[in-house]
């Protein structure tokens, strides 16, 4: 199973991104998609997550300003980002937990992928 982030970029303060994530590959299912962030110096987060019954989470620090929405057609998960801060400058890191075939088993898989740098600056 690939993961494949995109939507990064450089925005000023309350500007908006949109942050997409498909998964590839020999999926079973998919029990949740989300996102976490790394800054410079600090440890990886959760931002958002969102469960295959559409049940979300959110880390304080961005609820109201943050949407994670899923296409289960696409297995996409999108973060919509608005109101951007410089704190919330980080590389955003796409997470799957999923059940994926292997030869004639089927198995669960937690997997990530390569990370998408957004910077927030004036």
């Known amino acids: 199973v690939q993961l494949q982030a995109s939507g990064g970029g450089l925005v000023q303060p309350g500007g908006s991104l949109r942050l997409s994530c498909v998964a590839s590959g020999s999926i079973v299912s998919i029990n949740q998609m989300g996102w976490y962030r790394q800054a410079p110096g600090k440890e990886r987060e959760l931002v958002a997550i969102i469960r295959s019954g559409g049940r979300r989470t959110y880390a304080d620090s961005v609820k109201g300003r943050f949407t994670i929405s899923r296409d289960n057609s696409k297995n996409t998960a999108y973060l919509q980002m608005n109101n951007l801060k410089p704190a919330d400058t980080a590389v955003y890191h796409c997470?799957?937990?999923?059940?994926?075939?292997?030869?004639?088993?089927?198995?669960?898989?937690?997997?990530w992928g390569q990370g998408t740098l957004v910077t927030v600056s004036s």
């Open positions: 997470n799957v937990i999923a059940v994926v075939a292997v030869e004639s088993e089927v198995e669960p898989l937690d997997t």
